[in-house]
């Protein structure tokens, strides 16, 4: 069956956030008519952090993250602000083959809203813009061979995809662990596929099943529909030591205009846990995501979850070269030690630095049949291992740095990136 004409996904929108909203507002009129305690103080917390850094798939180079936040002291709540506002820019180079190349320029602003209506609705608004340079394709399959004389950074591996984008993404509390997820996104996207690159070959004369998830290189849209539900028991939401979060969520991308031409969808379901280990902050994180693609989705989303790479990158199975492996069906999961190390003062804020310890593992398939060709017999599982630094900066902000090896690694992957991996 397609995916629903975009109409029909617009108006069910509408309607289902009319709904929610007209919930919370019948709440909050029924607190209201309790005694309420006075307005909770509020401090400015400004975080600003230049960034030196970036990952092994993308090259390393500079940029600044500058956090603006109106925080609750003292305030045990999962989101202690009343909104952050969030911008960040960075590029990155990279020398491959002899030259230099910019393989990543991103910038974007975040508007978080966590308490919109009093502890009900929470709002997250985003746009940003984003061009990859060198953004990889080894094949689709869990059994991608590459030639052991051939460098995984070899430009035969490489296309280009410039993209800008806007969400507007919507949690309404219905409970206090339990949230209604209502979310909508527009992606306009331009590919650069050099001709005799291994992406432009299998286009044309790859293996059936391949050239079938290869969708047109022409620019277009996507525009998603998200509707999810989300258990969120943890002690923080910027870092968590305690709790449980799961969520799971379907996006429904309409399409069908020449526009916006693939009609496809994604079913994710992400489960995380946190164990707290003594009373320092330090704690055990788990989490176990699958990301399952249906319709005809763009070829680009089979390496990815949530605009990130699964297999590589710093928030998939790190170590990994990102976009090694791809396919409809992606599985993997994470452990994470977390130790917290020391507190210190600085910009007027407790400071936190700390160490983890981590090791990733999933596997793709290429499709809902089996595909032994492209996807191998064995169990076929992808590792990564790694450690990393945390430095927490108030309550608002996370700065980490990872490095990572895998058997598929040259020699490790290192990343660096703002919050926490999960």
């Known amino acids: 069956m397609p995916p629903p004409k975009a109409s029909r996904a617009a108006r069910t929108t509408s309607f289902l956030l009319r709904a929610a909203i007209a919930f919370a507002v019948c709440t909050r009129v029924r607190e209201a008519r309790a005694d309420e305690p006075a307005e909770r103080p509020t401090k400015t917390e400004f975080t600003p952090a230049p960034l030196i850094g970036g990952n092994s798939d993308i090259g390393f180079g500079g940029g600044a993250i500058l956090s603006f936040a109106r925080v609750l002291p003292g305030s045990d709540d999962p989101l202690p602000y009343v ?25 974007y602003l975040l508007l978080s809203m966590p308490h919109l209506l009093r502890n009900k609705i929470q709002l997250d608004v985003r746009v940003s813009f984003t061009a990859e340079s060198t953004q990889k394709y080894y094949g689709i399959g869990n059994a991608v061979f590459v030639p052991p004389d051939r460098s995984l950074d070899d430009p035969i591996y490489e296309y280009g995809r410039v993209h800008v ?67 969120d028991t943890r002690d923080s939401k910027v870092s968590a030591t305690r709790g449980m979060h799961h969520a799971t969520r379907v996006d429904l991308s309409p399409g069908g205009t020449p526009g916006i031409p693939q009609r496809w969808g994604r079913w994710n379901t992400n489960l995380r846990a946190y164990l707290p280990i003594g009373t320092d902050g330090s704690t055990i994180a788990l989490r176990f995501v699958s990301d399952l693609l249906f319709g005809s989705p763009p070829f680009y989303e089979l390496a990815r979850y949530d605009d990130t790479g699964v297999f590589g990158g710093p928030n998939g199975v790190r170590g990994v070269p990102d976009g090694r492996y791809s396919g409809m069906i992606k599985l993997f999961g994470s452990v994470e030690l977390r130790k917290m190390l020391f507190d210190f003062r600085f910009l007027d804020k407790r400071n936190t630095l700390g160490v983890v310890a981590f090791a990733d593992s999933g596997r793709a398939f290429t499709s809902y049949d089996s595909h032994p060709e492209l996807d191998g017999t064995s169990l076929g599982l992808k590792l990564g291992l790694g450690a990393g630094a945390r430095l927490l900066a108030g309550k608002s902000f996370v700065l980490r740095a990872d490095v990572a090896w895998s058997p598929d690694a040259r020699p490790v992957g290192v990343y660096v990136a703002a919050g926490q991996t999960f």
Request: hydrophobic share 40%; charged share 15%.
């Open 165 to 231: 984008a806007a969400s507007i993404d919507g949690t309404v509390h219905i409970t206090r662990p339990l949230s209604l997820l209502l979310w909508v996104a527009y992606v306009h996207n331009w590919l650069d596929v050099p001709p005799g690159t291994v992406l432009a070959e299998d286009v044309a004369h790859g293996d059936s099943t391949v050239r079938s998830l290869l969708t047109p290189f022409e620019p277009h849209g996507v525009v998603t529909f998200t509707y999810g539900v989300d258990f």
């Open 83 to 107: 909104y952050r506002l969030e911008f960040a820019t960075t590029t990155t180079v990279k020398s491959e083959g002899g030259s230099i190349k910019v393989p990543y320029q991103d910038e």
